[in-house]
């Protein structure tokens, strides 16, 4: 049916295409809702993978003999008072 001004389209039509559109929405989504879940899953097993690298490298470096001489360095505290030198040098007066 048309008139004078505009085409005019049944109501059964527009709602036939207002349903389509709306499946169409619906299918996309779940599409992207599985498509993140994959995203996500990887995401989260390669967070996880990096928190345990993360602590075997410290662990590795904690275990390493140059940690462990580098330990034992910040416990002695060096006191260059009393050095050989010095020593000499108070005996002499």
């Known amino acids: 049916m048309e008139t004078i001004y505009t085409k005019h389209r049944p109501a059964h039509e527009i709602l036939m295409e207002y349903y389509w559109y ?3 929405r619906s299918m996309i989504e779940d599409e992207w809702r599985i498509e ?3 995203y996500k899953n990887h995401c989260d ?3 996880k993978k990096y928190i345990q690298t993360v602590a075997l490298e410290k662990r590795i470096k904690e275990d390493s003999k140059s940690a462990k001489v580098a330990q034992k360095l910040e416990k002695i505290k060096a006191d260059y008072s009393d050095t050989i030198l010095l020593k000499k040098l108070k005996n002499k007066k």
């Open 36 to 38: 993140d879940q994959k």
């Open 22 to 24: 709306c499946d169409h």
């Open 45 to 47: 097993s390669l967070y």
